[in-house]
């Protein structure tokens, strides 16, 4: 058995992510376990000083720093005039993933994502399943050596397809990401972003260049609830999704159900119909169910029919490629043909049982299925 099918038989057994990194070293670092000294700061990109501190500029926070404070995503410092990243280079989290973990489920299915992840996130979600490590600085992590230049080595050595940016909030980690996706590009290797697409526009056109797909998280399409449950607001969002793309990054859409925040079918309804105006009828949308987890663990799991409801309120309005998460059994992540409803990729949990695609087309009736099939 080889290492691939080894792996995959993890997955067909229930395992959660492929393969551990574990303390295995990074290409010519060391022995990957050390702790990562936080003085190994690194001047940031996209600020400016301003009267009264200096200006980050990644994100909507746009938070204005005086010497040594931190940003809101906990991983961006002053230092004099200047602003300096703590996440470059020292990663919390390293995995080899399936891809269709992250989730994308029209992207190259059944291959590997080398996933890593440090410190930080410039939301603070009450429902973060990660929250150890996002509402945290680089600072309370036990973190990994890992240059970029490391981190495309390894990921070819490691046979992923590619390399993804995920776990907490790679927006936080700008400059890590983009310099490690630009040396992957050149090396053949792809890059995947997980993200909550709070951006602003010339960083995200940036990263667009060495981007190749997304999972943008929608975590509500009521400003309201999403500003009470995340604290961040919707609007930069919804214009991420749109510039992702315009661009041609391959782009998938999570909605994580939260009952009494984001369960309510008018409101799942209405982000339905946005989508379908703005032209995302043929972008995969997972519904995903929410475990009680962080500050939501009053409330219960997602009860299974409120995700069917939701699915079938998107199908109704014109989505293609509606998809149901983390309810194993129920056939909610198989690809079937818009066309003739062929069923095309049969799927258990992150393994693919059966893929018929030809050439990305149903062979049924040859009706193009979007997507990166490779």
Not at 119 to 148: D, K
Not at 161 to 172: K, M, W
Not at 237 to 247: P, S
Not at 261 to 271: L, N, Q, S
């Amino acid at each position: 058995m080889n290492k691939r099918d080894f792996l995959k038989g993890l997955l067909a057994a229930g395992g959660g992510c492929l393969a551990a990194w574990g303390g295995r070293a990074f290409a010519g670092e060391g022995d990957g376990t050390r702790t990562v000294p936080v003085a190994d700061e690194k001047e940031a990109s996209h600020y400016t000083p301003t009267p009264r501190g200096v200006k980050c500029l990644i994100c909507p926070n746009e938070c204005t720093l005086k010497e040594g404070e931190l940003s809101d995503c906990h991983n961006r410092i002053a230092r004099g005039k200047k602003l300096y990243t703590l996440a470059y280079g020292n990663p919390c989290a390293v995995h080899v993933d399936p891809v269709e973990k992250k989730p994308l489920l029209h992207f190259h299915p059944s291959s590997l994502a080398f996933s890593l992840a440090t410190a930080g996130c410039n939301f603070a979600c009450l429902n973060c399943q990660n929250w150890e490590i996002s509402q945290v600085s680089p600072r309370e992590t036990r973190n990994q050596s890992a240059s970029p230049e490391a981190v495309a080595a390894s990921a070819a050595r490691e046979g992923c397809l590619s390399i993804a940016y995920t776990y907490s909030e790679p927006v936080t980690f700008f400059e890590y990401m983009r310099d490690t996706a630009t040396l992957a590009r050149a090396k053949g290797i792809k890059n995947i972003m997980v993200s909550n697409g709070y951006i602003n526009k010339g960083p995200l056109l940036e990263l667009c260049r060495v981007i190749d797909a997304a999972n943008i998280d929608l975590k509500s399409f009521d400003p309201g609830v999403h500003l009470k449950l995340t604290a961040g607001k919707i609007e930069p969002v919804l214009e991420t999704l749109k510039t992702m793309k315009a661009e041609g990054v391959w782009l998938e859409i999570t909605n994580l159900v939260v009952p009494g925040w984001t369960d309510d079918f008018k409101m799942i309804g209405e982000m339905c119909d946005w989508l379908m105006k703005e032209g995302f009828a043929g972008v995969p949308l997972h519904f995903s169910r929410f475990q009680p987890l962080h500050k939501l663990t009053r409330l219960p799991p997602t009860p299974v029919p409120t995700l069917v409801r939701a699915k079938e309120i998107a199908v109704k309005a014109g989505l293609k490629f509606v998809y149901i998460g983390n309810v194993p059994g129920l056939g909610g992540e198989d690809t079937s043909c818009p066309g003739c409803k062929t069923l095309l990729i049969k799927r258990m949990g992150f393994a693919v049982r059966d893929n018929i695609l030809k050439d990305g087309k149903c062979p049924q009736c040859a009706t193009p299925i979007p997507g990166r099939w490779g």
